[in-house]
């Protein structure tokens, strides 16, 4: 993964690179025409200068023969040759030839010449200039040497012009992807986005304030809804459960009736139960419990196991408890005592006859482990409604409450399975 | 006896009513705030079955007025909020007893049926029938004024049963009675009867008249 500007980066860079490449060649193209255009100029120039003066000499035949002769001798950039006709018309070459005094065997001059007709005492002469001019591949690596120093100028610019771009311009960016990061839509935080002058990223902010609002409504209306519908169902649920005891006071009551009557009886006590269960967690839920008050965590739990001993005795449960004396935390002891009722129970239904529960309490940590044959799917555990095992009087939602009451204390409560051992454990945080 | 019912919910109310009306109490019911407000200001009851959630009114102020005017009248909360908080604050202000929405009519029978001994027996608080005497306040149990050592939980029991003197109590019912407020997910069947069973044998082994009879093959009855 690579951040957006080092993604432009590459591109602008080979962007770059093919637009410096392709200037070394159409800069050498130009340089090379006007050097060649310059020195034409020079050539016609010095013809020009070398037929008038020898015109101005104004010497006989015999001389000027003699003189060309020397001159071709000692001016080896230009030449002149009698010529009976004249050239139609001045031409123009490159050439390039050995460096015959140069003490490197390959070196090699370019030169510009002209061959141009002039006259010497009425008489035609070709005369030919040359002028050395730059090497191509000179001119070219030249060229090529001042780009590449101007393209990496450039992409060092790039590069050091990105970072600071990247810290400075993305900064809203990088603080709206942090508020949502650790936006939790059951936190009921408000989240507040950094004022910015980029239309993008105020635009980006706006929606997502738009979508989080929404979200939060809608959060909020269905865990109010869970709550009222848990709260109007308590209602018709007491009418129904009411009557039934009314019913199994009846004196014409016959065996088969009161059975029916019993079933449904026992079916109304679960569904209350679930009810009364979706109540608390949407309360919970709801922060509407106060969780600042000090709790005696090995009291409450001491109480509950006493309460509970009947049922241990009853499925023939060795119990093994090691709980350290003054585990006080802070909390609300009504949900304290839930999570204690629902681990130590749900242990006990879960727990064949025969079999062991340990119970541990340290400033740190409360355990619960019992016996058992096979892991859970800890996935699943803490999920409401989800079935772990064929037994299904229980509400499937009491170690949802568990899980939640832990989270509004700060606790983190997780399962493993260890040497045939289901273990539920609770670490504190924050202990006093 | 006489027992105010303060109750919006005129299905709730008339079993309440119909109920503890085979108990020899006299039962009045009040569905609003103001109706409610009026009864007590005029009248005096042995007990006041207040529901919280009234639509002129909130019923802890009944219950405030009530220890205002310095009243004896015992108070049970009925009600369907399950709040921590709003249970403490009316116990705080002055209720006797509490009772979640939705309830088993034989467990408000129960808690009348204490409430009541504990208001009019202040000093000795002794229920007797016949040979069996059981201290309310010691929580003793003696059958021929000899002691008998029940548990806690069959001495729970054996109040259950004497608050709801000839009445069937189904297994579910005492289950639920026995598991708590909060113990969830527990109704075991075998453990009513294993307790049940507990209490009859120990009575019994103490000379005691069988009074718990067993009807319609799972459910129990107090008979006296």
Same mark, same amino acid.
């Given at each position: ?18 637009v410096f490449a392709l200037s070394i060649p159409s800069y050498f193209l130009l340089v090379d025409w ?106 070219v690596?030249?060229i090529?040497?001042?780009t ?19 810290? /400075? =311009?993305? !900064?809203?960016?990088?603080? $709206?992807?942090?508020?949502? @990061?650790? %936006?939790?839509? *059951? ?22 304030? /738009? =979508?989080? !609002?929404?979200?939060?409504? $809608?959060?909020?209306?269905? @865990?109010? %809804?869970?709550? *009222? ?23 014409? =009551? ?179 | ?224």
């Amino acid at each position: 993964m690579k951040n957006l500007l080092q993604k432009s980066l590459k591109q602008i860079t080979i962007y770059a690179f093919i637009v410096f490449a392709l200037s070394i060649p159409s800069y050498f193209l130009l340089v090379d025409w006007i050097w060649l255009k310059e020195l034409d100029e020079n050539n016609h120039l010095i013809a020009e200068r070398i037929e008038n003066e020898f015109n101005e000499q104004r010497i006989n035949d015999e001389k000027l023969a003699e003189s060309i002769k020397f001159w071709n001798e000692i001016q080896p950039s230009s030449k002149i040759v009698y010529a009976g006709q004249p050239l139609l018309k001045d031409s123009l070459y490159t050439t390039r030839r050995k460096n015959p005094y140069a003490s490197r065997e390959d070196v090699i001059d370019r030169f510009r010449g002209l061959k141009s007709n002039i006259k010497i005492n009425n008489r035609n002469y070709v005369l030919v200039v040359e002028t050395n001019v730059e090497e191509t591949e000179e001119t070219v690596a030249y060229i090529a040497m001042a780009t590449l120093i101007f393209f990496l100028i450039l992409v060092i610019g790039f590069w050091i012009l990105n970072r600071r771009l990247s810290r /400075k =311009l993305w !900064q809203p960016f990088r603080d $709206t992807l942090l508020q949502l @990061k650790s %936006f939790q839509l *059951n936190s009921q935080a408000q989240i507040d986005f950094q004022q910015t002058d980029t239309i993008e990223f105020a635009e980006l902010n706006a929606t997502l304030e /738009k =979508l989080l !609002q929404h979200s939060i409504a $809608t959060y909020t209306s269905q @865990k109010e %809804f869970t709550e *009222n519908a848990s709260h109007e169902l308590q209602t018709p649920l007491a009418i129904l459960k009411n009557k039934l005891d009314i019913l199994l006071q009846g004196d014409d =009551l016959t065996e088969r009736q009161y059975h029916i009557a019993e079933e449904m009886n026992r079916a109304l006590i679960r569904s209350a139960r679930i009810n009364k269960n979706l109540l608390l967690l949407a309360k919970i839920e709801n922060s509407q419990f106060d969780h600042s008050a000090l709790i005696g965590f090995d009291t409450l739990l001491v109480q509950i196991m006493d309460g509970l001993q009947p049922h241990f005795k009853e499925k023939n449960i060795n119990l093994d408890s090691d709980i350290q004396p003054d585990v006080a935390l802070q909390g609300n002891s009504g949900l304290a005592e839930v999570l204690i009722n629902n681990l130590i129970i749900n242990a006990i239904r879960h727990t064949l006859p025969g079999g062991a529960i340990r119970v541990g309490l340290s400033k740190s940590r409360f355990e619960i482990s019992n016996s058992g044959i096979q892991a859970l799917d800890p996935g699943l555990l803490f999920t409401r409604f989800s079935k772990m095992s064929a037994d299904n009087s229980g509400s499937g939602l009491g170690l949802s409450l568990v899980q939640e009451i832990c989270r509004l204390h700060g606790w983190q409560v997780t399962y493993s399975f260890e040497n045939k051992e289901h273990v539920f454990l609770v670490a504190f945080s924050a202990t006093i | 006896m006489k027992i105010l019912i303060i109750e919006d919910e005129k299905e709730l109310a008339k079993s309440i009513a119909e109920y503890l009306s085979a108990e020899k109490y006299l039962c009045e019911i009040a569905s609003t705030f103001t109706e409610a407000m009026n009864k007590i200001d005029v009248f005096n009851y042995d007990c006041i079955l207040l529901d919280i959630t009234l639509p002129d009114g909130n019923g802890l102020k009944i219950l405030e007025e009530l220890k205002r005017e310095n009243k004896q009248d015992g108070v049970i909360i009925i009600s369907a909020k399950n709040a921590l908080d709003d249970r403490i604050k009316g116990l705080q202000i002055g209720a006797d007893d509490y009772l979640t929405k939705p309830f088993h009519l034989p467990e408000l029978t129960a808690r009348i049926y204490s409430l009541i001994r504990r208001k009019q027996f202040n000093n000795s608080n002794t229920i007797k029938q016949d040979e069996l005497e059981i201290d309310l306040w010691a929580k003793t149990t003696s059958v021929n004024s000899k002691p008998i050592a029940l548990t806690k939980k069959e001495f729970d029991l054996l109040i259950y049963f004497i608050g709801n003197k000839n009445r069937v109590l189904s297994k579910s019912t005492l289950a639920e009675h026995l598991s708590g407020d909060f113990a969830d997910m527990l109704d075991n069947h075998d453990f009513v009867y294993a307790h049940v069973k507990n209490l009859k044998r120990k009575l019994t082994d103490a000379g005691c008249e069988q009074y718990i009879k067993t009807v319609y093959g799972t459910g129990y009855k107090w008979e006296g």
